[in-house]
């Protein structure tokens, strides 16, 4: 007979078993999982997979393991079973946390929380766990035929008890030397659900409410082991009720907080997509949407968004959403306010901090210190907020107090091993209590529970300067040595390391490497991405394995503005990770930023070739074509991209974007309204979301007009005062409407504020230019090139003002140091070709044009300087040809309307009277009202000898452009004509 729940198959499958806390054990046969199961050691709350490889899956949704579970469950407890020995955690606490949290209200109602525990609502916490029956090809039922055997394999077994019990003790043994332990930081993972699995049908809301309750329990103990025990419970309950968004929300929450434990590899950061993307979708306006797109910028670093969406959540939402408010009120709900959720609260606390998890750089901890005292009161159980208090009343020199915070933390929960730590430095540093601090140090470091890398290594920091106080120095050193292995970043630990003897080589691998990035990471949180490039490269070397080490040196590089160094870093990331789709991103974001299209496009399609048709390669190939204008390419790229994910936020900007640039080029109201609708989209996703307010702005003002364009960008300015790119985007509006002098004011502010801003250099450089101070436009152009070596752009402007000065040998030194900084740069070898023109000098100037016709074959400006040198040179027949050249790779009726009219002139003159009127036709189909088409017309009929159709063309010519330049020498010709001149 087959044991129950056993599949057919060799009993050489082994499985590993991975607890709500973390931990991991096996490989296990199927027989050896089942009894302890039975024993009690493994339950329903673990995951399973393959040892072979495969995705973790809840223990229940294996039908190995199914009936087990079921029978385990079912089967009655017995109170006076202890578990053994070595099961016991041991911590420094007298007590555990308390679970009075666990009563909180599910919508984390105001009102709700700061009721005593007893005045609520009594909720039974024996909650029957959610388990789901696995599918299989056929149902397994349990009647009485196979209880039956079962009784009977039973009574076998009995007769193998001595062998089976010194067996199962054997298993419980091992599984009890893993378990005693607490997870290795090194093995701690985000899970991401299984949305493909059938959701469990009729499940109650009280029985969802109640594992929620039982998951934010775990979540408000703020321990990493309370995160991971969280974690494995939503999962299922997601997985279970994918539609509940208050498990979607802590699941996000949770996320964010086992972050920094993770190793940020591309399982982690998918698994934080999935769910974000997933919930955003679902509550697009609502709190758990908020919690998600929070959790995710915190965690990726994405500092200044999450102050603008929590600004915005605290201070503006709740009076949009004014009707809902009303509408629960009338019914008798509590409504739901953004501003008085604990939450969103607690979101701006961290942010006014500065920084998480290490030592605080904030500029008024004070202030933050009260306002999460505020928060206390609404969640009284949240043990994080009295931990955080006592951080920030640390920070801003008030010991006495913070000790009062720290007691209060413990009070809640006395197993809070980073508090421990803390309070035990803080007894140290503060107050010289060695012995206090000894004691609660010494025994938080040897209880169960994981804490960060840099705080632990404080704790040995802090330790060894205990003991070589004392004099005990080899102990001391001990200490100090493992501080430094673990945050090798801390030049005085490393200096305690030497005065005490020590060796300061770093071993390869190990905490030391995962040390390094999280140290990188809190830099590049706080905008120093020169010491944090440096960390995450150190990590990369100690590790070559760590891709994500390698890609996070790649972006701080980039903002740095050393993207070649960057690239460089990226393929280093991808040697070391083949899995990650990012790089690749990145690579052609940062080729096609430098014009090398060619570059890009092979990275593209090298992650295409990998990772298939994924949406986001899609939108990186819309966001390669729209740089290389070519915007219905673009367009059709994106527009496939939204189709993988209709609401990604970056492709919904990259379309409002292409729509705009083609909408005004074509003078297109259709495709500006889609512009408009795409930015609108966008914002209903990410209300503060910088880039789409920006290009909704834009949008907006070919409809409203450029006025009420400035009037949305001013009132965002106002609200959202830390963000740079709302006074940036209301000069680049007044610049483009001719309105320097406003916009020569906003540049200069921004510039004031941050000098660093290249754009506002380059914006304030061409409206001075515009507004005829050539001496300052210079200087700004040339202040852009100071804070970005690596952009030609300046060097190219310089280039251009000198030749419209007609200062062509003066023009020539900047160009080429445009193209020394960048050789794919777009109109450096045509401006090169324009000065030498300017200079006399048409064979090099030829020279000049056919380097640019090399470079860049699919443009028209190579082939256009080419005919005006031919022209200059009287080959006209040449210079007709290089324009013929030209009017097919022009995209717009006017462009190739002014091409034709240049074609027609070349033609004339090479005495091609019949193309040349030819051409004229066809400009004067693109665009009838063109003045330059009756200029070049009246001339040809002047060269067929037809002075009346010409005279007739040359007066044409001057009514549609009455103050045309030479206006004098066409009046002239038409005296010649024996005509009177229109308006004489």
Not at 24 to 46: H, K, M, N, Y
Not at 476 to 488: F, G, I, R, T, V
Not at 891 to 904: I, N, R, T
């Amino acid at each position: 007979m087959g044991k129950m729940g056993k599949r057919s198959g060799p009993q050489s499958q082994k499985w590993i078993v991975l607890f709500s806390h973390g931990k991991s054990i096996g490989p296990f046969t199927e027989d050896a999982i089942q009894r302890l199961i039975a024993e009690g050691t493994v339950d329903e709350s673990c995951r399973v997979r393959l040892a072979a490889g495969g995705n973790w899956i809840p223990l229940t949704q294996e039908p190995a393991f199914f009936e087990a579970v079921l029978a385990a469950v079912n089967k009655p407890k017995n109170p006076d079973r202890q578990p053994p020995q070595n099961l016991i955690a041991e911590t420094v606490a007298t007590a555990p946390p308390t679970r009075q949290s666990a009563s909180m209200s599910i919508e984390n109602n105001p009102d709700e929380m700061t009721k005593n525990p007893r005045e609520r609502s009594s909720v039974n916490h024996t909650v029957t766990p959610l388990i789901r029956r696995p599918r299989t090809k056929k149902n397994p039922v349990l009647n009485l035929e196979n209880l039956a055997k079962a009784i009977k394999n039973e009574r076998k077994l009995a007769t193998r008890v001595p062998l089976l019990l010194g067996l199962a003790a054997l298993l419980i043994g091992l599984a009890a030397l893993f378990i005693d332990r607490p997870p290795d930081r090194d093995q701690i993972h985000l899970i991401a659900p299984n949305f493909d699995v059938k959701p469990v049908a009729g499940l109650d809301m009280r029985s969802l409410e109640n594992q929620l309750i039982k998951a934010r329990s775990a979540y408000w103990s703020d321990t990493v082991e309370g995160f991971l025990e969280a974690q494995n419970q939503l999962v299922g309950l997601v997985e279970s009720a994918p539609q509940y968004l208050p498990a979607r929300g802590l699941l996000c929450l949770v996320y964010r907080e086992l972050w920094p434990y993770t190793k940020q590899n591309k399982s982690d950061s998918e698994a934080l997509d999935l769910v974000t993307k997933s919930t955003r979708r679902l509550d697009p306006s609502g709190p758990q949407g908020a919690y998600c797109d929070l959790s995710s910028m915190l965690s990726l670093g994405k500092l200044t968004e999450a102050r603008g969406v929590v600004d915005y959540l605290l201070e503006r939402a709740d009076a949009e959403r004014v009707a809902q408010i009303d509408l629960d009120s009338s019914s008798g709900k509590t409504p739901y306010r953004f501003a008085s959720d604990p939450i969103i609260m607690s979101f701006r606390a961290e942010l006014l901090s500065g920084t998480r998890d290490s030592v605080l750089s904030t500029t008024d901890p004070y202030q933050a210190a009260l306002y999460v005292a505020n928060i206390q009161k609404y969640s009284p159980q949240w043990v994080k907020m009295y931990f955080l208090q006592a951080k920030f009343l640390l920070q801003a020199g008030q010991p006495q107090e913070a000790s009062k915070a720290f007691e209060n933390t413990l009070k809640i929960n006395p197993g809070h091993k980073p508090a421990l730590i803390e309070y035990g430095i803080m007894n140290y540093m503060q107050f010289r209590q060695s012995d206090i601090a000894l004691r609660y140090i010494s025994g938080a470091l040897t209880s169960r529970g994981i804490i960060s890398r840099p705080l632990e290594a404080r704790a040995h920091y802090t330790l060894a300067k205990i003991l070589a106080d004392r004099r005990e120095l080899a102990e001391a050193l001990d200490h100090a040595q493992k501080a430094y292995e673990l945050n090798p970043a801390d030049n005085q630990v490393k200096s305690l390391v030497i005065d005490l003897g020590g060796d300061v080589k770093l071993k390869k691998g190990g905490d030391s490497n995962n040390s390094l990035v999280f140290e990188g990471d809190q830099h590049a949180r706080e905008g120093d991405c020169l010491i944090a490039q440096a960390m995450y490269k150190s990590a990369f070397e100690t590790d070559p394995s760590n891709g994500n080490a390698a890609m996070k040196a790649a972006k701080c590089l980039k903002t740095l503005n050393r993207p070649l160094e960057a690239v460089i870093w990226l393929r280093k990331a991808i040697a070391a990770d083949p899995k990650l789709v990012t790089p690749y991103l990145l690579m052609a974001d940062y080729y096609s930023e430098r014009f090398d299209f060619r570059s890009a496009e092979k990275a593209l399609a090298e992650a295409s070739q990998k990772f298939g048709g994924h949406y986001e390669i899609l939108r990186g190939y819309g966001l390669v074509t729209l740089r290389q204008n070519s915007l219905k390419q673009s367009i059709g790229y994106l527009q496939q991209s939204l189709r993988g994910y209709e609401n990604d936020i970056d492709t919904l900007i990259l379309l409002a974007k292409a729509h705009l640039q083609l909408g005004l080029a074509t003078n297109n109201t259709e495709l500006l309204q889609k512009s408009l609708s795409y930015a609108a989209r966008a914002l209903e996703l990410d209300r503060a979301k910088v880039e789409a307010h920006v290009v909704y702005a834009q949008a907006l003002a070919p409809f409203k007009g450029f006025d009420s364009a400035i009037s949305y960008l001013t009132e965002l300015r106002a609200q959202f005062s830390r963000n740079v790119e709302y006074p940036l985007a209301i000069a680049e509006l007044y610049r483009v409407t001719e309105r320097y002098s406003e916009a020569i004011n906003f540049y200069r502010n921004v510039i004031e504020w941050k000098p660093e801003t290249k754009e506002a250099h380059l914006g304030l450089a061409e409206c001075l230019h515009m507004t005829g101070d050539t001496l300052a436009a210079l200087k700004s152009y040339y202040d852009a090139a100071a804070y970005d070596p690596s952009d030609p752009e300046p060097f190219l402007q310089v280039g251009i003002i000198y030749i419209e000065s007609h200062r062509f040998t003066e023009a020539i030194a900047p160009l080429k140091k445009a193209l020394d900084t960048n050789e794919a740069k777009p109109m450096v070898r045509f401006n090169l070709g324009k000065a030498y023109l300017g200079l006399g000098d048409a064979k090099a100037a030829l020279d000049w044009a056919q380097k640019e016709i090399n470079y860049y074959p699919k443009t028209a400006d190579g082939y256009v300087l080419a005919a005006q040198i031919y022209s200059r040179m009287e080959n006209y027949k040449a210079c007709a040809e290089q324009y013929q050249m030209a009017v097919g790779l022009r995209d717009y009726k006017k462009q190739k309307a002014d091409l034709f009219v240049d074609m027609a002139r070349c033609q004339r003159q090479s005495s091609n009277l019949d193309g040349a009127q030819g051409s004229l036709d066809i400009a004067m189909s693109l665009e009838s009202g063109n003045a330059r088409i009756y200029r070049e017309q009246g001339a040809v009929f002047e060269a067929r000898g037809d002075p009346t159709s010409a005279a007739a063309a040359y007066n044409r010519y001057l009514v549609l452009n009455p103050n045309a330049p030479d206006k004098a020498e066409v009046e002239r010709k038409l005296r010649g004509l024996g005509r009177v001149p229109a308006g004489g």
